[in-house]
């Protein structure tokens, strides 16, 4: 059974910190690996797709890369800003080819002016 | 460009009494359709998907149903609500052809049962 685990738990820094944070998955058999936002009491929006072949994806301040083999995700933020809190979630794909995920618990990121 | 609608957006529910949340997809045609729970301390959970008209997978044992009576159009539903069916239920969508397509999700339903 795959699991998605997400480090930290929470996350604060000060503006304009450049910051990584973390996933890891226990079945490196995925067909791909994407990252979430949520604010809160609102839905999910999609950061970044890593398809299994790819290493890495980039969109504007953010970088996502992908260690399949090792089972880790990193997804970098450059230059953060109070605007990027909210809580990250990674989730993965795969196992057979339906699209259901299995998310990690996310991790809360505050970025105080 | 393809839009998830998802209503009510919040419900509270006595014990007992029956449930239906939809969700609809426009300007696309073959999604595969996902209903995930989010309860507090849980995390987000898969609860049922399909992959056509009628073709309903439960992931999980539980007190909810879910059905697609149209190509864009999921809902799910509950005869008899109980205390752990509270939680935010989002409904999701993936372009239905490969295995890499990205998933996007709606804006959710609150739903509080007291």
């Known amino acids: 059974k795959q699991e998605v685990t997400q480090i930290p738990a929470a996350l604060s820094v000060p503006e304009g910190e450049n910051l990584v944070l973390n996933c890891s998955f226990t079945?490196?058999?995925?067909?791909?690996l994407q990252w979430f936002r949520q604010d809160p009491g609102k839905g999910l929006t999609s950061l970044l797709l890593i398809q299994s072949s790819q290493r890495e994806q980039t969109s504007g301040r953010l970088n996502a890369s992908l260690d399949k083999s090792s089972g880790r995700s990193t997804l970098y933020i450059a230059a953060s800003q109070p605007g990027d809190s909210a809580t990250y979630l990674c989730?993965?794909?795969?196992?057979?080819?339906?699209?259901?995920?299995?998310f990690g618990q996310g991790t809360i990121l505050t970025v105080h002016p | 460009s393809q839009t998830i609608h998802q209503w009510p957006a919040t419900l509270v529910q006595p014990v007992g009494s029956p449930l239906s949340l939809e969700c609809t997809v426009e300007g696309t045609s073959n999604p595969n359709l996902y209903w995930y729970r989010q309860a507090a301390g849980r995390g987000l959970q898969l609860l049922f998907y399909s992959v056509g008209i009628g073709q309903i997978s439960s992931e999980v044992p539980q007190n909810l149903s879910a059905s697609r009576p149209q190509d864009r159009q999921f809902i799910l539903s509950s005869k008899k609500l109980l205390l752990s069916d509270s939680g935010f239920y989002l409904c999701?969508?993936?372009?239905?052809?490969?295995?890499?397509?990205?998933?996007?999700f709606g804006p959710g339903t609150r739903l509080t049962v007291l």
């Open positions: 079945d490196s058999a995925i067909y791909n």
């Open positions: 989730a993965v794909s795969g196992g057979t080819s339906y699209g259901k995920l299995t």
């Open positions: 999701a969508w993936r372009g239905g052809t490969g295995s890499y397509n990205e998933q996007f």
